[in-house]
């Protein structure tokens, strides 16, 4: 039997950016790169010119670009089952389900697989329409309530940025999903006052990525889970960013209130170093004092689900990416670096950097707009300070990441090693010098 060749897709003597200009929707700012191939904590490009990848996909590439765990895990599960319904029993799900329940939350409960962090994220809002539900107000109608934070970003479906805190992802999109309260991040007093019966739930990033690498402190975080434990509200931490070791421990709000007790917890980003998976996981406990039913298993039958979420592929690459964190115990590492990181960067007095702030390998250097402006290498008309930034480091061989207007964020590998966060730093340094002095 003569089994036919399958064609291949003829080249195109196109660049990179006019097939994007002429092919794809325009829903992105693309900077001027064109990545062809990946090695651990660098990245090519089609001409062959070689980066330092500390923005690692934007939290995503956990252990770098194509390292073998990660290949051997796509070879291998790829030559035995690729996908299959989640009509049927997936392994794997049990198998990861298990890592992330008894290793990275120590804490009883089931967890939930999908594609994304704003599918994740998603699933946590599904959750808490369905509890207001289960638990009413006082006259039988459901709570809907869900409180969240300024300068939270919670992903772009329309309950992710119903959600999230910040208009720009709104405009142009309305009417947006009801139900939520925007608060000022850190502020108990305004967190107390807004707390009323319809209150359903707290929705938070423990760290705060893409609004600046905002950290929420201790006593805001015990505020939260104190408000949630006297009302039965729920209290859902969103570690899309922040979870699995990028902050220095497995669960991103530990090294801040190691104690706190969330209800459930989104995942995604460096979850499978690259390859898309989101999960979920939610606590074993009682709904109210008044049935058995857990809030682990209210999603039942019907009420979610998800075509390619937790699909034998995707499984594989995750427990071996976690696996990995945890053989090499890149948490640990990831707190210590980015302790150094921080202090080596406060230590130089830069004009242009008025802070840098983070946990672990979440890391935000916050830019002084007046001196960068003072210096001529940049103007407000010019659009964000922090991408003036990110596009001449980038232009000087180091690939960053903004985080709003001011901040420049970064990302490496958690296994990044110290020669490269020295090779980091004094290209950093050696950039901010020449904007300081007036050269972009």
């Known amino acids: 039997m003569n089994v036919p060749v399958p064609a291949v897709a003829e080249a195109s003597s196109a660049s990179t950016a006019q097939l994007l200009a002429k092919y794809t929707v325009p829903n992105y700012g693309r900077l001027p790169l064109a990545p062809q191939r990946g090695d651990g904590s660098w990245l090519y490009d089609e001409n062959g010119r070689q980066f330092l990848d500390f923005g690692g996909g934007v939290a995503v590439c956990s252990l770098g670009h194509c390292p073998p765990a990660i290949t051997t895990a796509l070879t291998e599960q790829g030559h035995r089952l690729i996908h299959c319904s989640n009509w049927y029993q997936i392994r794997g799900q049990g198998e990861l ?10 804490s009883p409960g089931k967890c939930l697989f999908c594609n994304s962090g704003a599918e994740a994220n998603e699933a946590l809002l599904k959750l808490a329409r369905k509890f207001g539900h289960l638990t009413p107000k006082a006259d039988g109608s459901p709570r809907r309530g869900i409180i969240t934070f300024n300068n939270s970003f919670h992903g772009r479906t329309f309950g992710g940025i119903s959600a999230t805190g910040q208009d720009k992802v709104k405009t142009g999109f309305g009417p947006l999903l009801e139900g939520f309260s925007h608060l000022p991040f850190n502020d108990i007093a305004a967190l107390e006052a807004a707390f009323n019966e319809d209150t359903v739930a707290i929705l938070l990033e423990p760290v705060q990525g893409e609004g600046g690498i905002h950290i929420a402190s201790p006593e805001f975080l015990r505020a939260c889970e104190q408000l949630c434990t006297r009302h039965n509200a729920l209290l859902l931490l969103d570690e899309v960013q922040s979870g699995l070791g990028r902050t220095g421990h497995w669960c991103g ?11 459930a917890v989104s995942w995604a980003k460096g979850i499978a170093g690259g390859f898309p998976l989101g999960a979920v996981w939610i606590r074993d406990r009682p709904v109210s004092s008044s049935d058995h039913l857990a809030l682990c298993d209210v999603l039942g039958p019907g009420s979610h689900g998800t075509t390619y979420g937790g699909n034998p592929l995707g499984c594989a690459v995750a427990l071996a990416v976690l696996s990995e964190i945890k053989r090499l115990n890149l948490c ?3 707190a210590s670096l980015g302790a150094d990181i921080v202090r080596t960067v406060n230590a130089w007095h830069h004009p242009l950097i008025s802070s840098a702030r983070g946990l672990g390998l979440l890391i935000g250097f916050e830019i002084n707009p007046d001196a960068l402006e003072a210096s001529g290498s940049w103007k407000h008309d010019d659009g964000m300070a922090s991408m003036a930034v990110v596009k001449a480091l980038m232009a000087d061989g180091l690939l960053t990441v903004a985080a709003g207007p001011l901040v420049v964020r970064w990302l490496p590998p958690l296994n990044v090693s110290t020669d490269e966060i020295n090779t ?7 950039t901010l010098d020449r904007m300081a002095n007036g050269g972009k």
Do not use: Q, Y
């Open 253 to 263: 709000w530990k090294p801040i209130a190691p104690n706190l007790t969330p209800d």
């Open 332 to 334: 640990a590492a990831s």
């Open 424 to 430: 980091a730093l004094s290209i950093m340094r050696r």
């Open 97 to 106: 389900g298990r890592f992330l329940v008894e290793t990275v939350m120590e």
